[in-house]
């Protein structure tokens, strides 16, 4: 039972390059969320989807962008990346349900030079 | 309204002795209080849980201590282990604001031997 799967683990990207992360996840889960996390901020919630071709943004969508058109894959398109965007990223899932577990990816560390 | 303020920073504690973090919400609409559990290089893992209407919970050596009219609540984690270093992450969130979980600025716990 894999859960949820992030790629890549590491990136070093240089500014004003475009990537894409990837999330998929194989427990059917109805709800997808994207995080990033910074030192001391905690994580903040990039954007997120409640289901196939729903999507919405979150505390902060800016310079990312997401599609959903499959329910287990949650891609985060990176267009032109700058240094704040230096973070590690955390795809996250839930069961549609009151107090249903949040299950996270291990993570993306991209660094943007 | 939707933050959610945690305290301290860090923490250092001997092995055996209580670790006590804290966390304060303004936003009373919310339904659902989780704490996550991180360990280094991994993604968040769902630790304990409480909702509104309970005052405490307890699982093994974690509980949880709500105070609805103080808007308060905290993670206690008895007779430490070293085990237990790691980041730790309250959060809150509403059922009906598609399940979106909004962080504390987290804890890194340093059980000494």
């Known amino acids: 039972n894999a859960g949820v799967t992030q790629t890549p683990k590491f990136r070093i990207l240089k500014i004003g390059q475009s990537m894409t992360l990837q999330c998929t996840q194989d427990m059917n889960h109805n709800y997808m969320y994207w995080y990033r996390q910074d030192p001391g901020m905690g994580l903040k919630l990039i954007y997120y989807s409640v289901g196939a071709g729903i999507t919405d943004k979150g505390e902060v969508p800016n310079g990312y962008n997401v599609s959903r058109s499959t329910t287990e894959d949650f891609p985060l398109r990176l267009e032109l990346a700058a240094p704040s965007q230096t973070s590690v990223y955390f795809c996250a899932s839930i069961k549609q349900g009151w107090g249903t577990e949040a299950f996270f990816g291990q993570g993306t560390r991209l660094t943007v030079v | 309204q939707q933050q959610v303020k945690q305290s301290p920073q860090s923490l250092i504690v001997q092995k055996g002795g209580i670790s006590i973090i804290n966390c304060a919400y303004e936003?009373?609409?919310?339904?659902?209080f989780p704490w996550y559990q991180q360990f280094p290089g991994k993604g968040p893992a769902l630790l304990i849980a409480?909702?509104?209407?309970?005052s405490e919970k307890k699982e093994g050596r974690f509980t949880i201590s709500f105070n609805k009219s103080a808007k308060q609540f905290s993670l206690h984690i008895m007779d430490s282990q070293p085990g237990d270093s790691a980041t730790y992450f309250c959060?809150?969130?509403?059922?009906?604001?598609?399940?979106?979980?909004?962080f504390g600025s987290g804890t890194r716990l340093l059980v000494r031997p």
């Open positions: 409480i909702r509104p209407d309970v």
């Open positions: 936003n009373t609409a919310f339904d659902y």
């Open positions: 959060a809150a969130s509403m059922m009906d604001s598609s399940y979106k979980l909004i």
